[in-house]
């Protein structure tokens, strides 16, 4: 009996595994959920935890962001965050026991990293082979699926000419090593036309990379109003646009299945100057960035958590841009650019009309996650899967 007994267990766990291989087969696009580790030390209800997460809204989690350590190699950048205290790593690897399809990605690199480390280690042979060993150890020991490259950028911000170059070496290295171990490797890039020029090899980087994240924001211009993440260029500012980027990478060879379009959950925003016109109108000459919120509390960006709430007390002036898939909204002399569930829905479709792969959320921890402007817990996350056939 007790051989049995164990028999069908065998063959129970044999069948679990199987539906679950299946099943994790089933979405077309990725939804790719961004964690900005740090949101851990946002004050009041703006502090994020992991266990706040709806994995099931996800096809892959990136936890951002390592770093590069004085020997070239993967570390974490806040041990008490990551690893000693808070257990970041842990937690959000463990999200995969709720939703064994889920894969979790380690980001490394990012804005602050800045770029001439990087630009060093890709320099030879040799240090890209010892990076991604490290890479491949770090990943192992942590448990992560793999590893999301965001290095800002390839020959610029301190790079060299042939970062360009190294980048796709760099990017091969890391392949070899990760396709033994089944690791995923995945990049974040500019989605600005003229820097993807500049940085980056797209069909090379295409043929090597499971997929890229294409950041669709940060369009926006300084000294005047203008919408951040445009799928069309803006008219009044001739702006560079999402459809732009894409346009030259489907001209470079990359196959537009491996794009993700990435979609801020982060408002720019403007002080207007002294007696300027309170209106949408992209063009307004500005004082200069607009005011901190109370979570972020850095001048010129608003989470979307803190900007819904600010707009439901109808004293906002609105618009929505529809032919560039932008919100914009102005008060008193605080003038912002946002996306929303509604623009989300709008790039969602575009998502699927191009053939792209899937979409990419910068992060996660700005959505509404408490669901507190329309009751219901990350709006925009939500609206990305609602598109896609996922959540009725």
């Known amino acids: 009996m007790r051989e049995i007994c164990i028999l069908i267990g065998v063959v129970s766990f044999i069948t679990q595994i199987l539906a679950a291989d299946k099943s994790c087969d089933a979405k077309r696009y990725n939804v790719v959920c961004n964690l900005a580790s740090w949101s851990v030390y946002r004050e009041g209800e703006g502090a994020f935890n992991i266990s706040y997460i709806i994995p099931s809204y996800c096809t892959h989690i990136i936890y951002t962001f390592a770093g590069l350590n004085l020997a070239g190699g993967v570390d974490s950048l806040d041990y008490q965050n990551d690893i000693n205290v808070n257990k970041g790593y842990q937690k959000i690897v463990e999200l995969k026991e709720e939703s064994p399809c889920l894969k979790v990605l380690l980001a490394i690199g990012g804005w602050n990293e800045g770029s001439e480390k990087y630009s060093l280690m890709a320099d030879s042979e040799e240090t890209r082979d010892a990076f991604a060993d490290s890479a491949l150890r770090f990943l192992a020991h942590y448990g992560f699926d793999g590893l999301d490259v965001d290095w800002e950028y390839p020959t610029l911000r301190g790079g060299i000419p042939e970062d360009r170059e190294n980048f796709v070496l760099l990017l091969q290295t890391l392949r070899e090593k990760f396709r033994r171990r089944n690791k995923i490797l995945s990049i974040a890039i500019s989605g600005s036309p003229s820097a993807i020029q500049a940085a980056y090899d797209m069909q090379a980087i295409c043929e090597t990379v499971d997929f890229v994240s294409l950041m669709g924001y940060d369009y926006s211009v300084r000294d005047k109003t203008s919408v951040d993440g445009p799928l069309y260029s803006e008219q009044a500012m001739r702006s560079e646009s999402i459809d732009g980027a894409i346009s030259y990478i489907r001209k470079s060879g990359c196959p537009l299945g491996k794009i993700n379009l990435g979609i801020s959950t982060m408002a720019k925003t403007y002080t207007l100057k002294p007696g300027a016109t309170a209106s949408v109108n992209a063009g307004i000459v500005v004082q200069g960035p607009g005011k901190a919120g109370p979570f972020t509390k850095n001048v010129g960006v608003l989470g979307y958590n803190e900007l819904c709430e600010m707009i439901m007390d109808g004293k906002w002036k609105m618009a929505f841009l529809r032919n560039v898939g932008v919100k914009v909204a102005v008060q008193g002399d605080q003038w912002v650019t946002y996306d929303d569930g509604e623009t989300v829905a709008i790039k969602s479709k ?33 609206a990305a899967n609602k598109e896609f056939g996922y959540v009725v």
Request: aromatic share 18%; glycine share 12%.
């Open 350 to 382: 575009y998502v699927k009309e191009k053939g792209l792969g899937g979409v990419m959320f910068w992060t996660i921890d700005t959505d509404d996650f408490n669901g507190d402007c329309y009751n219901e817990a990350y709006p925009m996350v939500l």
